[in-house]
């Protein structure tokens, strides 16, 4: 099994509906991120973590909040999905912060209409 | 914040060995180099990381000048699956998450 486990990995849904991706992870890491990617750009970070009790922006939060339901778990909910959210979003996990080792999940590929 | 410059694209054959250099001019003095590697539709997946001279694994080797105002990742004899997308990030190890950057980075496509 994968260390970092995002569900679901396809969704296409409509203009205006609420959206939630899951994060998993067995690593153990207490740091826990979102990043978006639009096609051939690189991950840009919407949210990160560094415990159940810490939550940061990342550059691009607008239009995104996000949920630390426990330390293995990270949630990111799009209230009223728009159609220029549509992209890949990866979850990834670190021990460290900074340039430390990040772990990413094989991504989450939103489609909104 | 260290920007980083790459080149957008590179092409090589089969076991040839294939250089990927990134510039990062205003690199600080606690700032570390990483390099990722992104296959379509999977997340990307930690390569190397240095601070100076050269770093080797099994995977890359990285090579640091001692200004550091570059970097080179060397991958030797590659193979049609090292196809992919090359990432390099700049930061201190311990600075917040949202000061590293990923860029658009550099699309290697190797031929037969």
């Known amino acids: 099994d994968a260390d970092v486990t995002q569900t679901p990995r396809n969704r296409i849904t409509k203009t205006g509906k609420r959206i939630m991706l899951e994060c998993s992870q067995t690593?153990?890491?207490?740091?826990m991120y979102w990043y978006r990617q639009d096609p051939g750009l690189g991950l840009r970070l919407i949210y990160y973590?560094?415990?159940?009790?810490?939550?940061n922006k990342g550059e691009i939060s607008d239009g995104y909040s996000v949920s630390r339901q426990a330390q293995a778990k990270f949630s990111l909910s799009l209230e009223s999905a728009i159609p220029n959210q549509t992209a890949l979003y990866f979850c990834?996990?670190?021990?460290?912060?900074?340039?430390?080792?990040?772990?990413f999940g094989e991504g989450s590929r939103l489609t909104v209409l | 914040l260290a920007k980083t410059t790459q080149p957008i694209s590179m092409d090589s054959y089969e076991g040839q060995e294939v250089n990927i250099t990134c510039s990062h001019n205003?690199?600080?003095?606690?700032?570390?180099i990483t390099w990722y590697q992104q296959f379509p539709s999977q997340g990307p997946r930690f390569i190397i990381q240095?601070?100076?001279t050269k770093v080797t694994n099994e995977v890359a080797s990285l090579f640091i000048p001692a200004d550091r105002k570059s970097s080179t990742l060397s991958l030797p004899r590659v193979s049609l699956s090292d196809t992919a997308v090359y990432y390099c990030?700049?930061?201190?190890?311990?600075?917040?998450?949202?000061?590293?950057?990923f860029g658009s980075g550099t699309r290697l496509s190797i031929r037969p």
């Open positions: 990834a996990t670190s021990e460290r912060g900074g340039t430390g080792e990040l772990f």
């Open positions: 690593k153990g890491h207490d740091r």
């Open positions: 973590s560094f415990d159940v009790k810490d939550i």
């Open positions: 205003n690199i600080a003095t606690n700032d570390y």
């Open positions: 240095g601070y100076k």
């Open positions: 990030l700049v930061g201190d190890v311990d600075s917040s998450a949202s000061k590293i950057i």
